[in-house]
């Protein structure tokens, strides 16, 4: 019980912590199963702005208890002849210091929820 009572405390804190950077898991089936047990031991985090635009299925190979996972995510682009949208992402030494130093809490949180 009190493990069990742990790891809701552990998750709700992990879901805090994707809501703060726009984030959602997403697995809602077992990834592993065995004999005596299942388990999620995959994630998959989307952002929110795609919560409603998703499908996500298991996908059982049949060869091992870990399960793989497909994601389908629908844009959907309305096209407008005045106005064109470009997207860059900038990565460089500098950007990825920002990102491990951004993730650094997250993984030691994670680190921490494999322990219990």
Not at 38 to 52: H, K
């Amino acid at each position: 019980m009190l493990i069990t009572l742990r790891r809701v405390i552990k998750k709700n804190q992990l879901d805090n912590i994707l809501q703060s950077f726009n984030l959602s898991s997403i697995i809602n089936f077992p990834t592993r199963i065995g004999p005596d047990s299942f388990s999620t031991i995959d994630n998959v985090f989307i952002g929110n702005s795609y919560l409603n635009e998703f499908v996500i299925t298991p996908l059982i190979n049949g060869f091992s208890d870990h399960d793989a996972q497909l994601l389908t995510i629908q844009f959907v682009q309305k096209h407008n002849k005045d106005w064109c949208a470009y997207f860059k992402r900038n990565i460089n030494q500098y950007t990825i210091a920002d990102f491990n130093s951004a993730m650094r809490p997250g993984i030691l949180f994670l680190k921490e929820m494999m322990s219990i």
